[in-house]
């Protein structure tokens, strides 16, 4: 039996989808000027490319704003659904004012 690698999604895609971002432009946008930590298997890393790959149980911090936004990726989405739907996809861990 072979291991199968884990679903991921684009950064961008999913800031988009989770509905962070009203449009997938200023999410890629936002993570290219900004830059987003991406914790997974308690391995952060920052990534400034809006191609990075997230995955069910990755931490993400970035800014939005002045706040900075703490969220624990739930569910990667298929499409960009109603709010209720896009609430779906994540866990807020918590957030602060820069």
Do not use: C, N
């Amino acid at each position: 039996m072979s291991e199968t690698a884990p679903e991921t999604a684009r950064l961008d895609v999913w800031l988009w989808r989770a509905r962070f971002f009203k449009t997938r432009a200023l999410a890629a946008k936002a993570v290219t000027k900004r830059g987003v930590r991406i914790t997974r298997f308690q391995q952060t890393r920052r990534t400034d490319k809006p191609g990075a790959s997230v995955a069910v149980g990755d931490t993400l911090t970035f800014t939005r704003g002045s706040h900075i936004e703490i969220v624990e990726v739930a569910g990667l989405g298929h499409r960009r659904g109603p709010a209720s739907e896009a609430q779906g996809l994540y866990v807020r861990r918590g957030d602060e004012d820069v």
